[in-house]
């Protein structure tokens, strides 16, 4: 993917902070509205996904909309959209309405930083999965910087960036969309007993 169409699908995936937005100022924090928007919005993005995979006049028409910001992998897997709606829906309905929110702009703003910066700065390459050391500091300290604001907590803003900074860089096998949120939420719902 060329670094035109990298950048214009991180602003795209920057505008998914609407949704921890959305659910603290507009929706104040009402769980059970936020869940059954984010429901419904998780099965129009599964209709769409079915459809682009079984017919083919879909495909081609999605593909011309799409596809120059589409990763390889999404061409015959669901898209990042798909699971960043899926992980939104599980942050909402099992974590803190403010957790739940760090979390989600966690993955908007240090996945798209970690991206922009690594790409652009980036110089030096570890743990042979293409992560720079600029791009993941770029993400850890955009959600640093984010959760210090959103969730007034030093500790929890600390942790959680670390633990959304550990997830982007690590190799697991499940999209970033799904790993940041729900591994950042966990360990903020954790560590928010104790403090």
């Excluded at 100022?25 to 928007?37: T, W």
């Excluded at 970690?114 to 790409?119: K, P, Q, T, V």
């Excluded at 007034?152 to 799904?178: H, K």
Aim: aromatic letters at 12%.
């Amino acid at each position: 993917m060329g670094r035109l169409s990298e950048a214009l699908r991180k602003s795209i995936h920057l505008s998914s902070l609407v949704i921890p937005f959305g659910y603290h100022y507009v929706l104040k924090d009402n769980r059970h509205l936020a869940f059954v928007l984010l429901f419904c919005a998780l099965a129009i993005s599964l209709v769409i996904e079915f459809n682009r995979f079984w017919q083919k006049s879909f495909r081609k028409t999605f593909h011309r909309i799409f596809g120059s910001i589409l990763r390889r992998h999404e061409l015959k897997d669901l898209t990042g959209a798909t699971y960043l709606l899926f992980a939104s829906l599980l942050c909402v309905a099992f974590f803190d309405p403010r957790i739940a929110g760090a979390s989600i702009a966690f993955l908007s703003i240090g996945d798209t930083f970690a991206a922009l910066i690594g790409m652009n700065f980036g110089k030096r390459k570890f743990l042979r999965n293409n992560k720079t050391l600029e791009g993941s500091l770029a993400c850890f300290i955009s959600c640093l910087i984010f959760g210090l604001w959103w969730l007034g907590n030093p500790w929890l803003a600390l942790l959680g960036a670390l633990t959304a900074t550990a997830a982007e860089l690590g190799n697991i096998a499940l999209d970033d969309n799904i790993k940041i949120p729900l591994a950042s939420g966990i360990v903020m719902s954790l560590v928010s007993v104790f403090i």
